[in-house]
């Protein structure tokens, strides 16, 4: 079976991954569950040419991929989806996965995307972080605030990405929207200059490493609202994190830094549900003066308290948002307790 195909054929099955590996068949996920797209194994000739063929469809040469192990890239069949592409070699052959990622934004309550979420598009400045696991769907609820902003103001939206994933229209505002490596060369140097590109928004895929967290900082802290994603569970994990990016010496400065310029950190992951499919939960902590003084004086460990106190209306705790799937019939009672911040206290509760 050719390519495009086999492409096509994951898309209608509803697929989010597919699998082009030696030694297994072409495989597809479907809410979390695998699917066989192709009778028979793989050969390292089969997937080495599958791959070459991804190649051509993005007009990229594939000898990055042979030079680095590894390649990031994006590119799209017409009338049918885009596909975000991570090609890598492993045992001496080549293999690759393929996210698919649909041509038009998604519905944020089809997603199931709180409102509370899609509110941090009113704010002006400072930082919002998305985190959660790989898949989890940070770059879904990324694109769903953002086109919030563009749907809602006149600002300019710069969005710096690797690989470009969803394709936003200019609306009431307008959007440019950089590949690394194809339009920059680095996540820094993009950042750097889209601070010269007259930004009222920074939308910053991931950041992944000391000197791109030190720039957006410096973005948020400068008047810009700069939207970014962490591999991180939970806001507390979150914050730790990028204090911990930076050498001992400079890390009380980046605390008291970082309580002034953080707004909001979201945290979701993909749960099952009874009925098969998957729903995303999420935690989402607000910055008021009290975890302000938490961050600064490095008590990060007492964010939870706040988050899980249920007196502040504009926190979501993922224990309380599980506990209403619970209620709801959606999720059973252990996939509640799998998932849970706090297991025990949850288990009380429902």
Known sequence: MELVELLKKAVELGGSDIFFVPGAGVTVKVSGA??????????????????????ELAHRDVARLDAEGDDDFSFAIQNVSRFRCNAYHQRGSVAAI???????????????????????????????????????????????????????????????EDPIEYLHRHRKSMVSQREVPNDAATFPRALRAALRQAPDVIMLG??????????????AETGHLLLS?????????????????FPAEQQAQIRVQLSMVLKAVVSQRLVPLVDGGRAPVFELMTV???IQNMIRDGRTHQIDNVIYGGTDRNMLSMDAELARLVRERRITRDTALLY???????AKRI
Do not use: Q, W
């Open 288 to 290: 008021n003066p009290a």
């Open 340 to 346: 849970a911040a706090n297991p025990e206290t949850l």
């Open 34 to 55: 695998m699917h066989a797209l192709s009778e028979g194994r793989l050969t390292p000739a089969d997937t080495e040419r599958l791959t070459r063929d991804m190649y």
């Open 229 to 245: 994603s962490l591999h991180t569970i939970g806001a507390a994990k979150t914050v730790d994190r990028m204090i911990d990016t």
């Open 206 to 219: 991931e950041m992944r490493d000391l000197e791109t967290i030190r720039t957006a900082i410096t973005a």
């Open 98 to 160: 393929c996210r698919i990622v649909n041509f038009e934004l998604p519905d944020p309550a089809a997603m199931g995307i709180p409102r509370a979420v899609l509110d941090l598009a009113n704010l002006r400045s400072g930082m919002v972080l998305v985190t959660g696991p790989a898949g989890s769907g940070k770059s879904t609820t990324l694109a769903c605030i953002v086109d919030e902003i563009n749907r809602s103001r006149e600002n300019h939206i710069v969005t710096i």
